[in-house]
């Protein structure tokens, strides 16, 4: 089930983790705000990562509680949570269906599981399996004014972690912002297994960055003052970044316009074959491929005045 923003992120997102883990996946979203998958990737890895989801669990086939499922409810206690369009009336309904077959204990603040019942525009109800406990990030605990160096150019964790899930950085793999700010993206891609290298032409940053690692206790791979122009790192598995723009974000002297088009061209030097690059600009601006391919492009609204472009581009050959 996932979250109700007005963009295309959500499902991208909920899509890019599925695949990475199960290449061979195959999707159906046959309601707004629902994606179904048809795959054999676990969900706990899912709902340790997802960011723009309210829910990840099993789907129960054609919504019928089956004798395994009341038999999982029955063993710990549980409670039924209702998403969707339905109206007040239908959700006492199908909670108090639910409560009637399951018969068991029920827990609505600290559940072990929940029958999370979606209902779509027609009526449709969809029946769920999850552990909503599973999904709780902390994420108030990284945002921005709740790190120890804070500037008002940083991004929010939640997201933070959408780029490093689009970018398909996986545990133990090498990941670059090559305009890592005070470490927002650093932040979550160390919090799911990756090894974080970061870099930024501002030394305040680089320096404030450091005291955001020592705060979470994170161990990145790198952290380097630098000129994104020229990157002094190797081969990474993926590069995810929010590439500077105004007054309060630091861009040594250039356009957005032209720290775009650099990055895209030098990012395939330093990018192993087959993987991706994310990348968060102006809605203005536009993007050239060159030897990459894009894959995606999706907008995100910021705040009244701002809108921003997600491109998720892959680099050529097989990896």
Same mark, same amino acid.
């Given at each position: %089930?996932?979250?109700? #923003?007005?963009?295309?992120?959500?499902?991208?997102?909920?899509?890019? @983790?599925?695949?990475?883990?199960?290449?061979?996946?195959?999707?159906? +979203?046959?309601?707004?705000?629902?994606?179904?998958?048809?795959?054999?990737?676990?969900?706990?890895?899912?709902?340790?990562?997802?960011?723009?989801?309210?829910?990840?669990?099993?789907?129960?086939?054609?919504?019928?509680?089956?004798?395994?499922?009341? +038999?999982?409810?029955?063993?710990?206690?549980?409670?039924?949570?209702?998403?969707?369009?339905?109206?007040?009336?239908?959700?006492?309904? =199908?909670?108090?269906?639910?409560?009637?077959?399951?018969?068991?204990?029920?827990?609505?603040?600290?559940?072990?599981?929940?029958?999370?019942?979606?209902?779509?525009?027609?009526?449709?109800?969809?029946?769920?399996?999850?552990?909503?406990?599973?999904?709780?990030?902390?994420?108030?605990?990284?945002?921005?004014?709740?790190?120890?160096?804070?500037?008002? +150019?940083? =991004?929010?964790? !939640?997201?933070?972690?959408?780029?490093?899930? @689009? +970018?398909?950085?996986?545990?133990?793999?090498?990941?670059?912002?090559?305009?890592?700010?005070?470490?927002?993206?650093? =932040?979550?891609?160390? /919090?799911?297994?990756? #090894?974080? /290298?970061?870099?930024?032409?501002?030394?305040? %940053?680089? &320096?404030?960055a450091r005291r955001n690692s020592i705060k979470y206790d994170q161990p990145w791979l790198g952290l380097v003052r630098a000129d994104s122009r020229s990157l002094p790192v190797r081969e990474v598995?993926?590069?995810?970044?929010?590439?500077?723009?105004?007054?309060?974000?630091?861009?040594?002297?250039?356009?957005?316009?032209? =720290?775009?088009?650099?990055? *895209?061209?030098?990012?395939?030097?330093?990018?192993? !074959?087959?993987? !991706?690059?994310? *990348?968060?600009?102006? !809605?203005?601006? #536009?993007?050239?491929?060159?030897? %990459?391919?894009?894959?995606?492009?999706?907008?995100?609204? /910021?705040? &009244?005045?701002?809108?921003?472009?997600?491109?998720?581009?892959?680099?050529?050959?097989?990896?």
């Amino acid at each position: %089930m996932l979250s109700r #923003e007005s963009t295309g992120v959500p499902e991208a997102e909920a899509r890019a @983790l599925v695949s990475d883990l199960d290449p061979a996946a195959d999707f159906q +979203s046959p309601e707004g705000g629902l994606l179904i998958a048809e795959t054999s990737a676990n969900p706990a890895a899912i709902e340790a990562r997802v960011a723009f989801s309210r829910r990840v669990g099993l789907l129960v086939p054609e919504g019928r509680l089956g004798e395994e499922h009341l +038999s999982l409810l029955r063993s710990g206690t549980y409670r039924v949570r209702v998403f969707g369009e339905g109206r007040e009336e239908d959700e006492e309904a =199908i909670i108090d269906s639910i409560a009637e077959r399951v018969e068991g204990r029920v827990s609505l603040d600290s559940p072990d599981r929940e029958v999370s019942a979606y209902v779509g525009e027609g009526g449709r109800t969809y029946l769920s399996i999850t552990m909503p406990g599973s999904m709780r990030q902390g994420w108030a605990t990284r945002r921005p004014r709740s790190r120890a160096f804070f500037h008002p +150019s940083a =991004i929010f964790p !939640k997201l933070s972690r959408a780029l490093v899930n @689009l +970018s398909g950085v996986q545990p133990g793999e090498a990941f670059l912002d090559p305009f890592c700010g005070t470490g927002s993206l650093l =932040i979550e891609a160390s /919090i799911v297994g990756a #090894e974080p /290298i970061g870099i930024d032409i501002a030394r305040k %940053m680089v &320096r404030g960055a450091r005291r955001n690692s020592i705060k979470y206790d994170q161990p990145w791979l790198g952290l380097v003052r630098a000129d994104s122009r020229s990157l002094p790192v190797r081969e990474v598995g993926a590069v995810a970044t929010d590439i500077p723009y105004g007054r309060a974000s630091s861009a040594g002297g250039l356009r957005s316009s032209d =720290i775009l088009r650099s990055l *895209v061209e030098g990012a395939p030097a330093v990018l192993a !074959k087959g993987r !991706k690059l994310v *990348v968060m600009h102006p !809605k203005s601006l #536009e993007v050239e491929p060159g030897g %990459m391919r894009i894959e995606q492009e999706l907008e995100i609204y /910021i705040h &009244r005045t701002l809108t921003r472009t997600i491109t998720v581009l892959r680099r050529q050959g097989a990896g």
